[in-house]
């Protein structure tokens, strides 16, 4: 999102609710650029150097859990504060993001599901392919998060490599995770974090243009202000 964007630095002449909506907005996209670029480069360097030790996979997983998070708040705000039907075809990738985020929200019950049905992630698992430069080879990787019992049952979706599909570093990243439906029945859903991240820069663009044309040209409208700080220098008194 640019520095000098409608949605960092709202015109004055919005309302309340709606520069309060915008500003929520605006975090939720910088926090999933920023989770999803430090995620890519840890993939690159895991790719690089495969391992489990120490807290490699609870970081990966993290950032992975940050952009699902922010991006159901994203979701959560267009519906609600901007009137996008949740059936829109660029939403479906946010509601199957936002049934995963409300299922790990009651992780107390994942244990029961983990005990009684079988193996699955308790972070879910993430899967995606490293297209090695200079070459027409690809390496795919797969990451199951915690504890298994049986590698038999750790599992997860991994797409086929299509070499004519982009030229990324890392390509196909795939994350997957169970949501309930019942008791008894717990499917498995997988998301694209590209296309996750790609929706978002859609309605970025989107929101950008309708707030333009409300400017009606004038570019030189007074906007809002945005991440004020402070430095205070003091001293402990003896």
Not at 76 to 87: A, D, M, P, Q
Request: with cysteine; hydrophobic share 40%; aromatic share 10%.
């Amino acid at each position: 999102m640019d520095e000098n964007s409608y949605l960092r630095k709202p015109p004055i002449n919005l309302n309340a609710k709606q520069v309060i909506a915008i500003n929520a907005l605006s975090f939720s996209v910088d926090i999933c650029e920023i989770a999803f670029e430090e995620l890519i480069r840890d993939l690159v360097s895991f790719s690089n150097n495969p391992k489990s030790e120490k807290l490699i996979f609870p970081k990966i997983f993290s950032n992975v859990w940050t952009i699902i998070n922010n991006s159901c708040l994203f979701r959560n705000i267009l519906e609600k504060h901007f009137g996008v039907l949740k059936t829109d075809i660029s939403m479906l990738e946010f509601n199957k993001a936002k049934r995963i985020r409300n299922t790990n929200q009651h992780i107390e019950d994942r244990i029961n599901e983990i005990l009684t049905l079988e193996t699955l992630p308790i972070y879910g698992s993430l899967s995606w392919y490293r297209n090695i430069e200079n070459s027409n080879n690809v390496e795919q990787f797969f990451l199951f998060s915690g504890v298994f019992d049986d590698i038999k049952k750790a599992g997860g979706e991994m797409i086929t490599p299509n070499k004519d599909k982009s030229n990324r570093i890392i390509d196909e990243l795939i994350f997957s995770s169970v949501t309930k439906l019942n008791e008894n029945n717990y499917p498995t859903l997988t998301i694209s974090l590209y296309k996750i991240m790609e929706d978002i820069t859609f309605w970025v663009e989107y929101l950008e243009l309708e707030i333009s044309k409300n400017m009606n040209g004038n570019e030189n409208i007074e906007r809002h202000k945005t991440n004020l700080y402070a430095k205070l220098k003091s001293h402990w008194t003896e």
